[in-house]
């Protein structure tokens, strides 16, 4: 529990109001869908028809999915292979149960909320849809967990909604846009201040990880993020690192309903008979093109082919190893779908983060091997491998797999709980940030010595944690320490200078 703060004023109203509202807006999202669909093109009519009439195409496109009712979301979505085991039988996490408390903004308490979670073109369905799907996923589930609280004063964490991947590719919005709207979110939310962000999570889904919010580094570089990519996107390389370790959380990327054809596709490893499998585009990636060329060269050891195939899952379960190399970021779905078709994960992908690692021993589940050494020499090594270590391994692999799916279920083995589990073991008794001070009495104040409980926003985050990049300074700077500035709260000054000497 952190140190008692006031509620804002209103909160127990907005708390009334949050479960209309939402469904307010569920309504009316379905509402727009139903209009989109009904004029979308690929709804129109086929040639050829018969004389009684032309005949409907059948529209498979994102638009014309059925909206999920926001009453339904978490029943809908909830992951069957997530609660089908108790997290307490993994024997991974403390027997005691979870006592983290999460707290989960609301678009009525923090209005800026809506331009990053709903628009003409996202719905919480569409945003769901495919691997980036946990953007809208652990917001949902997290609403209805055991973990949540609506006390912000009994809150460990913060959870702010944001669907970053479905803003930016649904509505269209540029990085301008993007970033304007991040900056009105943050500098809206009420507890910020208090632990400069500390305690506050954001999920950014794919690749681009928090480089989606451009000034991320000036306005919540202390957060925490929740990003299947632990290294970064090539395109966005020289923004990297904008993941670390030590307070951010690896997690899966969303997994459909592909699981199941995996599942029941998957052969006992002494009947397969295929090698290794690749499906995929080179992206221009080395790695990659190998691997194609070698499906070319030995055809009955490596499936590999850069078109779709009907028959994805058979070869899957047929496949002793299943390939995840590496293509414009590290992370790819592909290592995931391995452990549900029953093949062993062999990793091409030096740099990648894998999530919970504190509990699992990837070693006696995968196989990672080196990206430059992607040739025969790998085929041989794989083709080495005793039949019952391969066993082995795919058994244990089977055994965690639940840790990669999402069940609003914290008790059970899902990605949900793990997360949480990791949370847990970043509690904190007390909060602080260079804006809050504390009197004898316990009372915890702004520079005003207003009591931090009638803060109020929009806040100036800007410069907030003194992240801001590196510059040179002018030439003065060079006595006595580097030509480095630092930002303080006095202004741009060189690092490492002595006292008294000239500022920038």
Known sequence: MVVPMSKPAGLDSVLQQQKSALANEVAEGSRSLLERSSTSPSAGKVSGSSSKGPVEAKCLSKECLPEVAEQDYVSHYNDPHGNDRPMASMGLFPPHNLTVKIYVYQSDEVGAIKELTSGQKMTLTICTIGMWGTQTVLHKFLEKSSVRTLDPAQADFFFVPAYAKCASDREKKNDQQMNQAYIKLVQSLPYFRRSGGRDHIFVFPSGRGATVFRDWKQHIGQSIFLSPEGHFTDNYAAQAPYF????????????????????????????????????????????????????????????????RTPKYFEYMGDSQFCFAPRGQSSWTLRFYESFFAGCIPVILADSIELPFQDVIDYSKVTIKWP??????????????????????????????????????????????????????????????????????????????????????????????????????????????????????????????????????
């Not at 370790?245 to 309903?257: E, F, S, V």
């Not at 940030?433 to 010595?449: A, I, T, Y």
Request: net charge positive; aromatic share 6%; with cysteine.
């Open 244 to 307: 670390h370790t030590h307070k951010d959380i690896a997690i899966p990327g969303r997994l459909d309903n592909r699981k199941d054809g995996l599942v029941a596709a998957a052969k006992p490893q002494k009947t397969r008979t295929t090698l290794g499998i690749f499906y995929g585009t080179h992206q221009g990636k080395e790695t990659r093109r190998t691997l194609l060329e070698l499906g070319k060269r030995y055809p009955s050891l490596v499936k590999a082919s850069c078109e």
């Open 371 to 504: 990206m430059t050494k992607v040739d025969e020499t790998l085929l041989e090594y794989l083709k080495s491998v005793p039949l019952e270590d391969r066993e082995r391994m795919a058994a244990a692999g089977k055994a965690i797999r639940c840790m990669f799916v999402y069940n609003s279920d914290v008790s059970s083995c899902n990605a949900l709980s793990a997360i949480m589990w990791q949370l847990e073991k970043r509690k904190r008794v007390f909060q602080q940030s260079h804006e809050v001070f504390w009197l004898h009495s316990g009372e915890m104040v702004d520079r005003s010595l207003d009591n931090m409980g009638a803060w109020r926003g929009p806040f100036n985050t800007n410069n907030v944690f003194n992240a801001e990049p590196t510059q040179k300074c002018n030439p003065t700077c060079h006595e006595g320490g580097p030509n480095l500035c630092l930002a303080t709260e006095n202004g741009i000054v060189c690092k490492g200078l002595k006292a008294g000497a000239a500022k920038c």
